[in-house]
Each structure stands twice: as C-alpha cells, then as structure tokens.
C-alpha cells in the first residue's frame, strides 16, 4: 500500500513540516507501507528526505499533474500553512483515505483524518463535522527520531549555570538579541548556548552581543539540537513545536508566544505543569519580565517538577499511534472475507510456515507443502470444519478456520500475515468471523479458543473481541470462551 506525504519546507519558513512529516513517514513504513513525498521546498529538503522517494514540486499549483501519482495512492497526508482549501478538496477526492496535519484549525478541512498533536489541541473549538476523525492532543505529539524514548534527566542542577536559547528556523520577531542583551547583562555567569536557525537574519547582532561566555550555534541537527537540551540546565525558547522537544528532555523553560497559533500548545503545557511562566513577544514586554520568569525558576525543586512533568508527558509514541489508528481504520473500511477456496492453498501454505504462525502454534515443526495440500483438500471437503480468508482490497490478510462437531460449540484458531501485524486487527477479523459462522451455523452457541501462554497479543486480541477467559482442560495452554446472546 501506498502513502504519499505533501507538505513545504523553505530556509525563510523553516522546515518543521518536513520534520515532523519524516517521523510519520518512518512509522508508516515501519508498518509496511510505501511512502513517497511531494514537496514544495529548496534544495536542503532533499538531503533531509533522503531515504525516501521524492517528487520535487510547487504542487499548491500543480497538484492536477500529480494526478498519475495520486491515482495509485491509499493514503494521501497534507501538511501545509500555504495551500488553499479548493486544494486540499480536490487532494482527498483522489484517494481513499485522507489525513490533515492541523496546528491551529487553520482550515474546513474536508472528510478525513484531523491530526493536531498540541498539547492542548482539545482546546481548540473545532467543528467535529460527520465524517472527519479528530486525533487530539498530546498522544498524538509528533516528535523527532532523536527525541524519542529519552531516559529520564539524572539531576537538576541546584543553581542555573547553563541556559539554552532559541527561536526556531527563522525568528521572525527577532527575539534572541533582545534576550542575549538581557542574559550578559543580568545573568553575566551563565554560561549561554544560542541556537540560530538556517533563515536567522541578524546574525551580526547576535555576534556583537556574545560575550566570553556564549557560544553560538547554527542549523543543528535533530541529535545536536537533543544534546544541546541535555547538557542545559534552562531554556528559553519560542513556544511552538520546540516544547515538545524541550519536554521530551526534561528541560525546565521559560518560553515566549511569538505567533498567535501557539496559544492552545501554552496553555496545554502549563495545564501540564511543563510551564510556569511565558511572556508574549507579539505584543509589548519589558526586560523585567524575562528577569522575573527566570528567577522563579531559580530552585532546583521548582525546575525537578518541571522536567517530571515534562518527561512523564512525552512518551515520543505519537507517529506510531497516528501510523497504526490511520492503517486500522483503512483496513476496517477496506476490509472483506469468504470461505477459502483451492486458489487459496499458497497463500495460506506461506502463512503457516511463517516464522511467528509456527512459534504461536501447537505443533511448530515446518508443514511440507505435500503435507499442506493434502490437509488443505480434506479441510475444504469436511462438513465440520470452515475456514475463512480475509483481504484488504486485493492483499491477503489472513485467516480464521473453525472445526466443530454438530456446529454447537466450535474451536477457533487465527493468523495474520506479517504485513499487517501490529495494526491492531486481530480483534476486528475474530468479530467479523463469529458473526459470519453463526450466520452460516445459527444453532453454534460457544466458540472456544485455545493459547498458549506466552502469546500475549493473541490473548489480548480474543478478549477484546468478546471472548472471556476460562478454566483448561488442557495443561500447555489458556482458554477463551465465546458466547452468543
């Protein structure tokens, strides 16, 4: 199956739609599922983006060329601030299934998948129209490689000996003179580490202002900008994407609104209890405020409560769980069954010698395909005994096979293929098969399944789809019951 990612990304707007798109790009391919990205940016993007298919192209304009490659796509993502709504209409009416990154309800998007991962985002007054999914808040925090699955910050520091600044790719309000001027005037013994983005402009005044004790820094990498939080004790930043990254770390701040759409995210975070303090550089603010954000901060209990909660709130688990809600979802829509035929037996020979179907089985030897072809046309000829096959769209997904005597009560055994392991599915085919054999047998009043021990997901997956533990007869394994109503 196929996603195709459309977002921008320039030196003069930064390059956080690229960014965050990556990391979503890595977890649908993680689940096997072909990505290719559409992007109207410079030439940096494509040494960002390099491991993955590229299509370089201003398609806010030229979108209706892209239509070749739109037409073979499942999964279509836009993340923009530039492209017009006529657009992103005509985008999703191409595919079947279409996902918006969303920051600030910038849009009436149309029918598909709202992703807005601020922290906060529940905040915001959408219009929850029928046929849309909102996916909210701070599950859904799409947050750098890098930043992922940090360990917890080992100490906090009893005095602010470091701090960290930095406002994003661009700066637009020019807020890290100001704050320097500040920090080598008020705070001459810290030692400071400026961030400057690729599009920073006034670099020489920042250069004119850095004192012995400053050391500037420019276009860092996702692991440089990680190591930089680390080794701080404070920061002071611009409160967009970068919080998320900040709490990922552990890293008390102190941050500045410098765009209208970062409110939800600060008042997300303070609810939180991430931030303390913030100031609005879109409007007027002294130097006296700054002074007094960083002074509250000056215990080390204050700041150990801070990284707490930030760490506690970052799990860096939101790709994933983008990756996997969008892939269930399509696979439910898309989602068929029948009795299996012979033009099945391949496919199925394939999936019980699979490395993780054998493991899980009762018997784990290798199944020879003799063997397989014999037991497979015995299957298909014996009264007690059905086996369905399940496909989204044309790709096999699995089986499910019931055997009974008199088709009262019944023993179900399931398998995926490992294309779609960790979907989340197991329990939606186990439904839709109960309900296809009691439409096929109305008298079958009990299912039973038999697992084995250490086979956590399938036990997972029987009792979500209803079944109910019960007392074994059998020593090697654990039931589940299944009762119809």
């Not at 995926?416 to 054999?437: E, Y």
Request: glycine share 6%.
């Amino acid at each position: 199956m196929k996603l195709y990612i459309l977002t921008e990304g320039f030196a003069f707007t930064g390059y956080g739609h690229v960014a965050r798109c990556l990391a979503i790009a890595k977890s649908f391919r993680n689940l096997g599922i072909e990505v290719t990205f559409i992007v109207n940016g410079d030439e940096n993007v494509r040494s960002q983006l390099h491991d993955f298919p590229l299509i370089a192209s201003d398609w806010p304009r030229e979108y209706p060329a892209l239509q070749r490659h739109l037409s073979v796509a499942d999964f279509l993502l836009v993340d923009s601030y530039l492209a017009p709504k006529n657009v992103y209409d005509d985008l999703a009416a191409r595919v079947p299934m279409a996902i918006f990154i969303d920051d600030y309800n910038r849009l009436d998007y149309p029918a598909g998948i709202i992703v807005n991962g601020t922290v906060g985002a529940e905040a915001i007054p959408y219009d929850f129209k029928p046929r849309r999914l909102y996916l909210l808040g701070g599950d859904f925090v799409i947050l750098r490689d890098a930043f992922k699955h940090l360990p917890r910050r080992s100490e906090i520091s009893e005095e602010i000996t470091r701090v960290l600044v930095t406002f994003g790719g661009t700066d637009p309000l020019n807020v890290t003179p100001r704050v320097l001027r500040l920090l080598t005037t008020f705070f001459p013994t810290w030692e400071k580490t400026v961030v400057l983005g690729a599009a920073f402009s006034d670099v020489r005044t920042v250069e004119s202002l850095a004192d012995s004790r400053t050391k500037l820094l420019r276009n860092l990498t996702a692991d440089e900008m990680r190591d930089a939080m680390m080794t701080c004790d404070l920061a002071i930043s611009a409160a967009g994407q970068t919080i998320n990254e900040l709490a990922a770390t552990g890293l008390p701040s102190v941050v500045f609104k410098v765009a209208g759409n970062q409110t939800y995210n600060i008042a997300g975070w303070k609810k939180y209890g991430f931030i303390d303090a913030y100031l609005d550089a879109t409007a007027e603010w002294d130097d006296s405020q700054l002074c007094d954000a960083l002074r509250s901060l000056a215990s080390a209990d204050v700041r150990r409560r801070m990284s707490l909660r930030g760490q506690e709130s970052m799990d860096g688990c939101g790709p994933d769980r983008l990756a996997k809600r969008v892939l269930r979802l399509f696979a439910i829509e898309q989602l068929s069954l029948r009795p299996a035929a012979d033009e099945d037996a391949s496919r199925l020979f394939e999936l019980a010698n699979d490395a993780l179907v054998r493991q899980n089985s009762f018997s784990t030897k290798t199944i020879a395909w003799d063997e397989h072809r014999a037991w497979f046309a015995r299957l298909l000829a014996d009264e007690g005994r059905r086996l369905y096959v399940f496909f989204v769209k044309n790709e096999f997904l699995g089986q499910v096979r019931f055997d009974s005597d008199g088709w009262r009560d019944a023993v179900i055994s399931i398998s995926l293929a490992s294309a779609f392991r960790g979907w989340g599915l197991a329990s939606v085919v186990l439904q839709k098969a109960v309900a296809a054999i009691r439409h096929e047998h109305a008298a079958l009043q009990h299912i039973n399944a038999y697992v084995k021990p250490a086979n956590v997901a399938s036990r997972l997956a029987f009792e979500k789809a209803g079944f109910r533990p019960a007392e074994c007869e059998r020593a090697d394994s654990l039931k589940f019951i299944y009762s119809y109503a």
